[in-house]
């Protein structure tokens, strides 16, 4: 089994910052990708940001400038800076990682619990 354990979330004005950090744990051999989606009220899950294991990022369109995707690599490890925040940004963040057990074999995605982000006066 794999965990994802996020953490960071938290109530934040208009303009300012936040970073989130998952970190993964258990029977791992490797993560190809870790990335971050969102999920506000009433709303679809979107992609806000992934990395893959060599270094390769992609940025939802509402993100792309504000937010930046990183991540260490040997602590299975991924950060999301997140500047300028606006009250649209508000939603609850999961952290998601595409793992491979052992050397060879197909990957398998994994979901954290969720980190609530809130942007308000």
């Not at 506000?40 to 369109?61: F, H, N």
């Not at 500047?83 to 963040?93: G, H, I, R």
Request: hydrophobic residues 30%; glycine residues 14%; aromatic residues 10%.
């Amino acid at each position: 089994q794999v965990q994802l354990v996020e953490s960071g979330g938290g109530l934040v004005q208009p303009g300012g910052s936040l970073r989130l950090s998952c970190v993964a744990s258990g029977s791992i051999y490797s993560i190809d990708r870790m990335g971050w989606y969102r999920q506000g009220p009433r709303k679809q899950r979107e992609l806000v940001a992934d990395i893959t294991s060599g270094g390769s990022t992609a940025y939802g369109d509402s993100v792309k400038g504000r937010f930046t995707i990183s991540r260490q690599h040997a602590k299975n490890t991924v950060y999301l800076q997140m500047n300028s925040l606006k009250p649209e940004d508000t939603a609850v963040y999961y952290c998601n990682a595409e793992v491979r057990h052992f050397r060879g074999w197909d990957l398998t995605g994994y979901w954290g619990q969720g980190t609530q982000v809130t942007v308000s006066s």
